[in-house]
């Protein structure tokens, strides 16, 4: 059963982000799409946010958050997503302005307005919740529920430096700020986003559906989807779209484990890392959820009805 209760996104898009702001769109109630700097520059994740509003047909406020990370720059990951972070196809830009309102601002006062209800998703780099938290120390009190993308909980990561995942490595920083004063959250990593690979084949026959979102989504994933198939994953990996799914129906998790989760932000090749007590050796109190499984026939059918392919 999915919710409807009033979500909030924080997001880089990024094509994989793309997809889960679909699926937040046709299954519950989304406040704003708040906006972070990480897969591309702000401008870019800015803009596309705006276009993909306009594509859903919604009128989500969109609200520009930081444009670097809090403490060090970091390498944006153009490689994948395009320079432009949503496959380089020179779509018309939207006409739609962004919010007048800081995201890190926003996230404080939608956190009142819905003060018990709002559940928080963290698909990119967590410097606006950083500096949200910063601000506004009571801001996990309010909050009903937090789930973040991000991390490498065995340390199999997916950037330069092995162990870091990308959200968690553009900015540690911002990822240790979160870690260390918000009580209890949910966390969807890098590992298992690739157990819950999506068939290509499966994939290419949701986006052949007669539906705008389809037909957009075909378009701004199609480099993606081929630079995955050329560097040989066999499935496509959209951990956006699993941190999502398990948002929006956390009924689907079939295996986790609570536990303490910490950031380095100092090791020669392990800065970003995420730290996991598995042995529960540190005495610290559990701060994280984290998903080791999900159903997989209903992580995809969030995504099929999300594209108008159900
Ligand atoms: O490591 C995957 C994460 O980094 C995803 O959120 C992707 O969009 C990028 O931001
Ligand atoms: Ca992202």
Redesign the pocket.
Known sequence: MTMRAPLLID???????ALAILMAHQHAEVKGLAIAA??VGLRHTVNNALKLVDVMGHETPVFPGCATPLVLDAAD?AF??GADGFGDTGYSRSTRAAANEHAALAISRLSREFAGQLTVVA???LTNLALALRLDPELPRRVARLVI??GAVNGRG?THLVPA???IG?DPEAAHVVFSNWPTFDLVD?EA?MHHGLAYDDLEQWLAADDERARFYASVSRRTRSWARQHGRQRMLS??AL?MAVALDPSIIVESAERHVGIELAGGLTRGATVVDWEQRMARPANARIVLGVEQGKFENLIRDALGAA
């Open positions: 997001t880089d898009p990024g094509v994989d982000d990480g897969n990951a994948v997503h698909l990119g780099p993308m991000g997916n995942e990308f959200n553009f890098w986003t951990a956006d941190a």
